[in-house]
């Protein structure tokens, strides 16, 4: 059994089965990534897991405990993070004034930005952040403006939040869309560093199949809102059907 367990998930948009039977099993520190054409109902599937939509049937259990009719919140505090495909950072704010805010709100809950000076007050919170940051390799940018920084940038330092709150499943929803390929380079390599030094279990939604192959331990690809395949990168690059749906040369 996975860690995290989605069983016959089935969601309809009024004439449109955006989700039909769907089942999806995540190992514990492993990286899955689910791959399909735009409509194959991946970003829909990803909404189901963090509460955004509630599927018509089906269940999903993270941990074997239910994640369906949970809030957004709850299923963070379950140990669930998102990263989005466009970086949800406060542009406004320094590095190190980001990377501080999911910390302060982990430990205490509710924060004001116009109280963001009183954080450097407590010194737990600013150790927590300074050390994510090394993590992330991002120590010498804490004074930065979030808003001037590379897309590639953005996004280490939005997953370096989400690694703040100490998740066991991390989900990414095409994380290197719109970077350069050495952004593109620098996030698979973070990501496979995340893996193997955390533990904490990764799924992918993500087009570029350089990527997928690069990280992913299991694929799975969906079609139509129903999966198609899920196995190795290897077993899948070499699968007719998703060669010829999918993958076409990306797959040789």
């Not at 399909?36 to 999903?60: E, H, M, R």
């Amino acid at each position: 059994m996975g860690i995290l367990e989605v069983e016959n998930v089935g969601i309809r948009f009024g004439g449109l089965q955006a989700l039909k039977d769907v089942n999806l099993s995540v190992k514990e520190n492993t990286i899955h990534a689910i791959i399909g054409p735009n409509g194959a109902g991946k970003s829909t599937l990803l909404n189901c897991l963090v509460g955004k939509l509630t599927p018509d049937t089906g269940s999903v259990n993270f941990d074997q405990k239910p994640v369906l009719g949970r809030s957004p919140f709850e299923i963070n505090q379950m140990g669930i993070s998102r990263v989005f495909q466009t970086p949800e950072i406060f542009s406004d704010l320094t590095v190190m004034e980001n990377m501080m805010i999911p910390i302060f709100a982990k430990r205490d809950g509710a924060f004001a930005l116009d109280a963001m000076s009183d954080f450097m007050k407590h010194k737990d919170i600013v150790s927590s952040a300074e050390h994510i940051l090394e993590e992330m390799n991002m120590i010498n940018k804490m004074e930065m403006q979030a808003s001037s920084m590379s897309r590639g940038d953005k996004r280490r330092l939005e997953i370096g939040m989400c690694l703040s709150q100490e998740p066991r499943l991390l989900l990414l929803d095409e994380p290197t869309a719109g970077m350069a390929r050495a952004d593109t380079n620098n996030t698979i390599e973070l990501l496979k560093q995340i893996g193997s030094e955390r533990d904490i279990t990764i799924a992918i939604i993500e087009h570029d199949m350089h990527v997928v192959f690069s990280l992913a331990d299991r694929i799975t690809v969906l079609a139509q809102g129903t999966p198609l395949v899920e196995d190795t990168p290897e077993k899948i690059k070499g699968h007719p059907k998703v060669k010829e749906a999918y993958l076409g040369e990306t797959a040789h």
